[in-house]
């Protein structure tokens, strides 16, 4: 198989499934819940379920001063009950919550709260700055710990290209699941929480894991496919300076490919079993869970396919485009490139 | 090679290859995960455990309230020390109320917000009926002393009865009088209670006493304040320097008492007398007792979930859990064979071990942190799988199994670290970060990734080496049990 071969192929379906999430992102935006909004969630389940419209409209009867923006949502029932809903209000005071508990209770049969959530304005926007700085803080330890423990890999490019195209499929990683809970948001009125954010983070750390063990096969390949000769020179200042200069033995487009081909299996069998262990939590792990099993199932798969197909095609470019290498003929030693 | 290098060799080789010292480590191993692996059953299956396992408000049901507190009035050095009497106030308060376990934390905005805003997280597992829990921490018994500036007082009763009796309505009248009276009398400025620097924050205890009956009054029951020292020194400057004026006590910003300073008090006791009756000064005492809070607080989010709801959570991340463990182990051994089947016992070892953390350290369990505990048991595999790939190349290449399990692993080490190192980085930042849901997911996300490292380091290692050993090219049963997918070889 030659992956590297087909780069162009790769890169630009990438380039595509980047441009669509993004556009789906813009077009659609995402449902942003009441973790960052700031609001009230009442859930209410049944015996007996009551109409939604009834719901709905005894909220809207009731005596609560800007209640405007309210949203009734209906809840698969379980073994006890048969159904029930969510509705979505305002933040409300502790005597408003007693109306709507009381009233959503009184109607159907068997009503029982069985969760209630308020959340301040200003909670919410704080957990959205959290977010936005874990994120932050997380690509640049990434970087920076990449590109130290490559730092030994100096040719024929530099190690903080590893750590910089880690940042860059990392990103390709969170933007496809983040458009799909935007799809997830227009179609089924899915909600962007603090589970959400936790399944992206989530994300972050597997696809990190996932680049960096083929960056580490080919850290090891070119290792041994290099020689190494070491001239010495006097400087101006009559100091001995060292100057280490390294020729790859095998072109750098095929060690790379080699990489990929040979921790193949490995990144198809690890993200096997997580997604085994993910499915188990989608199907059997109730609906508290449900969105967060999707998404991070979306994630291991985009994160699986960015280290094989994304990650590895963009390093040989960058070492193309950028030093002017050609990495698919041979090295001859008038080829030799210098550190 | 010189001779010397080649005995060191031959004699390590020899130690390595010793089958009692390979045999008697994979059955230490085996062992010590029995070990685990039963004071875990012990302690999930009695009834009164020494450890249980520590379910979070979404599992087991209960209110979870956050109280945002107002720092404005003090010195914001003293914030931290006023946020842990705050604490154990609320704390004393609830454990009245009659909740197990409850768990009340301050809590600070991160950095990053524009403001630092001081917390207080309190959580009632099995309270659901959350408007009696509000009611009984929201009793907030502020109590504080304010002087009277008699002069701006009577000024205030004068217009406001004269307005009062002017126009019809009380309500629009004092609105009147605070916007005339600010603006004829600069010097008083229309409040005529002056602000103590003394409130209920030094109050050490309250406790009701009855003033003796003197000639046909009788016993009237009064409420004694006991100050700390530094209270008491304030309450002496106060009384010292206002002899004369009156002192008013306000409770929850309503006045209760306004007694005379007839001289200057030393020794850090005030008296509230008059105006109840022996209840309503039992209740006064026990109320300040239980709830003198040093900050004024409101309630900026609250959370509760039916214990039912939580109960179904919980059954059903257990059996999303076990599916998905037996889905692993079965692609496992179907896929990689005698590596597999070490990989399931080293992937048991890396279950058991981790609950027995959650046991010990104790770890909340939250609906998050089971998601990532059973994230974590597909990640956990990766460490094995990176190994065995390693292994299968050198096997194919015609190494023997024991030396390609031990080459392997030290090819395979890099990647391990690397991988696992930054996921730790990460969970440590999320820890960081994060909220409390955020922070249960972090903490069983890399606690995961260090045993899970640890366990595929030192229980799949050792095992693996105390398997017989056996050539690619042999091509028997046992040969073949070395490879792996789906092909026969």
């Given at each position: 198989?030659?992956?590297?071969?087909?780069?162009?192929?790769?890169?630009?379906?990438?380039?595509?499934?980047?441009?669509?999430?993004?556009?789906?992102?813009?077009?659609?935006?995402?449902?942003?819940?009441?973790?960052?909004?700031?609001?009230?969630?009442?859930?209410?389940?049944?015996?007996?379920?009551?109409?939604?419209?009834?719901?709905?409209?005894?909220?809207?009867?009731?005596?609560?001063?800007?209640?405007?923006?309210?949203?009734?949502?209906?809840?698969?029932?379980?073994?006890?009950?048969?159904?029930?809903?969510?509705?979505?209000?305002?933040?409300?005071?502790?005597?408003?919550?007693?109306?709507?508990?009381?009233?959503?209770?009184?109607?159907?049969?068997?009503?029982?709260?069985?969760?209630?959530?308020?959340?301040?304005?200003?909670?919410?926007?704080?957990?959205?700055?959290?977010?936005?700085?874990?994120?932050?803080?997380?690509?640049?330890?990434?970087?920076?710990?990449?590109?130290?423990?490559?730092?030994?890999?100096?040719?024929?490019?530099?190690?903080?290209?590893?750590?910089?195209?880690?940042?860059?499929?990392?990103?390709?990683?969170?933007?496809?699941?983040?458009?799909?809970?935007?799809?997830?948001?227009?179609?089924?009125?899915?909600?962007?929480?603090?589970?959400?954010?936790?399944?992206?983070?989530?994300?972050?750390?597997?696809?990190?894991?996932?680049?960096?063990?083929?960056?580490?096969?080919?850290?090891?390949?070119?290792?041994?496919?290099?020689?190494?000769?070491?001239?010495?020179?006097?400087?101006?200042?009559?100091?001995?300076?060292?100057?280490?200069?390294?020729?790859?033995?095998?072109?750098?487009?095929?060690?790379?490919?080699?990489?990929?081909?040979?921790?193949?299996?490995?990144?198809?069998?690890?993200?096997?079993?997580?997604?085994?262990?993910?499915?188990?939590?989608?199907?059997?792990?109730?609906?508290?869970?449900?969105?967060?099993?999707?998404?991070?199932?979306?994630?291991?798969?985009?994160?699986?396919?960015?280290?094989?197909?994304?990650?590895?095609?963009?390093?040989?470019?960058?070492?193309?485009?950028?030093?002017?290498?050609?990495?698919?003929?041979?090295?001859?030693?008038?080829?030799?490139?210098?550190? | 090679?010189?001779?010397?290098?080649?005995?060191?060799?031959?004699?390590?080789?020899?130690?390595?290859?010793?089958?009692?010292?390979?045999?008697?480590?994979?059955?230490?191993?085996?062992?010590?995960?029995?070990?685990?692996?039963?004071?875990?059953?012990?302690?999930?299956?009695?009834?009164?455990?020494?450890?249980?396992?520590?379910?979070?408000?979404?599992?087991?049901?209960?209110?979870?309230?956050?109280?945002?507190?107002?720092?404005?009035?003090?010195?914001?050095?003293?914030?931290?020390?006023?946020?842990?009497?705050?604490?154990?106030?609320?704390?004393?308060?609830?454990?009245?109320?009659?909740?197990?376990?409850?768990?009340?934390?301050?809590?600070?905005?991160?950095?990053?917000?524009?403001?630092?805003?001081?917390?207080?997280?309190?959580?009632?597992?099995?309270?659901?009926?959350?408007?009696?829990?509000?009611?009984?921490?929201?009793?907030?018994?502020?109590?504080?002393?304010?002087?009277?500036?008699?002069?701006?007082?009577?000024?205030?009763?004068?217009?406001?009865?004269?307005?009062?009796?002017?126009?019809?309505?009380?309500?629009?009248?004092?609105?009147?009088?605070?916007?005339?009276?600010?603006?004829?009398?600069?010097?008083?400025?229309?409040?005529?209670?002056?602000?103590?620097?003394?409130?209920?924050?030094?109050?050490?205890?309250?406790?009701?006493?009855?003033?003796?009956?003197?000639?046909?009054?009788?016993?009237?029951?009064?409420?004694?304040?006991?100050?700390?020292?530094?209270?008491?020194?304030?309450?002496?400057?106060?009384?010292?320097?206002?002899?004369?004026?009156?002192?008013?006590?306000?409770?929850?910003?309503?006045?209760?008492?306004?007694?005379?300073?007839?001289?200057?008090?030393?020794?850090?006791?005030?008296?509230?007398?008059?105006?109840?009756?022996?209840?309503?000064?039992?209740?006064?005492?026990?109320?300040?007792?239980?709830?003198?809070?040093?900050?004024?607080?409101?309630?900026?989010?609250?959370?509760?979930?039916?214990?039912?709801?939580?109960?179904?959570?919980?059954?059903?991340?257990?059996?999303?859990?076990?599916?998905?463990?037996?889905?692993?182990?079965?692609?496992?051994?179907?896929?990689?064979?005698?590596?597999?089947?070490?990989?399931?016992?080293?992937?048991?070892?890396?279950?058991?071990?981790?609950?027995?953390?959650?046991?010990?350290?104790?770890?909340?369990?939250?609906?998050?942190?089971?998601?990532?505990?059973?994230?974590?048991?597909?990640?956990?595999?990766?460490?094995?799988?990176?190994?065995?790939?390693?292994?299968?190349?050198?096997?194919?290449?015609?190494?023997?199994?024991?030396?390609a399990a031990r080459e392997g692993f030290s090819r395979a080490w890099s990647a391990i670290r690397d991988g696992n190192l930054t996921s730790l980085?990460?969970?440590?930042?999320?820890?960081?970060?994060?909220?409390?849901?955020?922070?249960?997911?972090?903490?069983?996300?890399?606690?995961?990734?260090?045993?899970?490292?640890?366990?595929?380091?030192?229980?799949?290692?050792?095992?693996?080496?105390?398997?017989?050993?056996?050539?690619?090219?042999?091509?028997g049963w046992l040969s073949r049990l070395f490879h792996s997918g789906i092909n026969k070889s």
């Amino acid at each position: 198989m030659n992956i590297i071969g087909h780069k162009t192929l790769f890169l630009s379906i990438t380039a595509i499934v980047v441009v669509i999430s993004v556009a789906i992102l813009v077009g659609l935006g995402l449902r942003l819940g009441i973790d960052f909004t700031g609001g009230s969630l009442t859930e209410v389940a049944y015996t007996e379920v009551p109409e939604q419209t009834e719901v709905q409209e005894t909220i809207n009867g009731l005596e609560i001063e800007n209640l405007n923006d309210v949203s009734v949502r209906a809840t698969a029932g379980t073994e006890t009950v048969t159904g029930g809903y969510i509705v979505r209000t305002r933040d409300l005071n502790e005597s408003e919550r007693q109306m709507v508990t009381d009233a959503l209770v009184s109607l159907g049969n068997g009503g029982e709260m069985v969760r209630f959530t308020t959340i301040g304005p200003v909670i919410g926007q704080e957990l959205a700055d959290k977010a936005v700085w874990a994120i932050g803080a997380i690509a640049l330890i990434i970087v920076l710990y990449v590109a130290i423990a490559f730092s030994g890999v100096g040719y024929p490019v530099s190690s903080w290209v590893y750590g910089g195209i880690t940042i860059v499929s990392l990103l390709h990683d969170v933007l496809v699941p983040t458009a799909a809970m935007a799809l997830l948001g227009w179609f089924m009125g899915a909600e962007v929480d603090v589970l959400f954010v936790t399944a992206i983070l989530a994300v972050l750390g597997y696809s990190v894991n996932d680049t960096i063990v083929v960056f580490d096969r080919v850290r090891e390949n070119l290792k041994k496919f290099r020689t190494e000769q070491v001239t010495e020179h006097k400087d101006v200042t009559g100091v001995i300076q060292k100057e280490t200069t390294y020729t790859l033995t095998k072109p750098f487009g095929e060690i790379v490919n080699d990489s990929v081909l040979q921790t193949f299996t490995r990144s198809i069998n690890t993200s096997l079993t997580t997604l085994l262990a993910l499915a188990a939590l989608y199907t059997f792990g109730g609906s508290t869970t449900e969105i967060f099993a999707l998404i991070l199932m979306i994630g291991v798969l985009a994160g699986t396919y960015s280290s094989i197909f994304f990650a590895n095609p963009l390093l040989v470019w960058y070492a193309e485009r950028v030093n002017k290498l050609d990495t698919m003929t041979p090295v001859n030693e008038e080829g030799a490139a210098t550190k | 090679m010189a001779a010397p290098e080649t005995e060191t060799h031959i004699a390590t080789s020899e130690v390595r290859d010793n089958p009692v010292i390979r045999w008697g480590r994979a059955l230490a191993t085996l062992l010590l995960g029995a070990v685990v692996a039963f004071f875990v059953y012990t302690n999930a299956t009695a009834t009164n455990p020494d450890y249980p396992f520590k379910l979070g408000l979404d599992l087991a049901g209960g209110s979870q309230l956050i109280y945002e507190a107002d720092v404005s009035e003090v010195d914001p050095l003293e914030v931290p020390e006023l946020m842990n009497v705050l604490r154990d106030v609320i704390e004393r308060r609830i454990n009245v109320f009659g909740v197990s376990e409850p768990i009340v934390q301050v809590e600070q905005s991160s950095f990053v917000s524009d403001e630092v805003r001081h917390r207080l997280l309190v959580e009632l597992p099995g309270v659901t009926d959350v408007g009696e829990a509000v009611a009984e921490i929201g009793r907030t018994p502020l109590l504080e002393f304010k002087l009277i500036d008699s002069k701006a007082l009577m000024e205030q009763q004068l217009e406001s009865s004269f307005n009062a009796s002017a126009s019809g309505t009380v309500k629009v009248a004092i609105k009147d009088d605070v916007a005339s009276s600010s603006a004829t009398s600069t010097a008083t400025s229309g409040n005529p209670y002056l602000a103590t620097r003394l409130t209920g924050r030094y109050l050490e205890s309250a406790q009701l006493d009855f003033q003796r009956a003197q000639g046909g009054v009788p016993a009237q029951p009064i409420v004694l304040l006991n100050f700390n020292s530094e209270g008491g020194d304030l309450f002496e400057e106060i009384t010292g320097e206002n002899v004369g004026e009156q002192l008013a006590i306000f409770l929850d910003g309503e006045m209760i008492s306004s007694p005379r300073i007839n001289e200057r008090i030393s020794g850090g006791t005030a008296v509230i007398s008059g105006g109840f009756d022996t209840d309503e000064a039992r209740e006064l005492a026990q109320n300040l007792n239980f709830g003198a809070l040093p900050l004024p607080i409101e309630l900026v989010s609250t959370q509760t979930i039916g214990a039912s709801l939580g109960h179904e959570v919980l059954s059903q991340g257990i059996a999303a859990g076990l599916i998905g463990l037996a889905l692993i182990v079965a692609f496992m051994v179907l896929w990689y064979r005698v590596s597999g089947v070490v990989a399931v016992v080293a992937l048991s070892i890396y279950g058991v071990i981790m609950l027995a953390l959650f046991l010990l350290i104790p770890v909340t369990l939250t609906a998050a942190g089971l998601a990532g505990f059973i994230l974590s048991l597909g990640m956990a595999v990766d460490a094995n799988v990176l190994v065995f790939e390693r292994m299968k190349e050198l096997y194919r290449e015609g190494v023997r199994s024991r030396e390609a399990a031990r080459e392997g692993f030290s090819r395979a080490w890099s990647a391990i670290r690397d991988g696992n190192l930054t996921s730790l980085l990460s969970a440590i930042i999320l820890f960081w970060f994060g909220t409390s849901l955020v922070k249960g997911f972090a903490l069983v996300f890399g606690i995961g990734v260090l045993v899970s490292m640890l366990t595929a380091v030192l229980v799949t290692r050792t095992l693996l080496l105390a398997l017989p050993e056996t050539k690619a090219e042999s091509g028997g049963w046992l040969s073949r049990l070395f490879h792996s997918g789906i092909n026969k070889s």
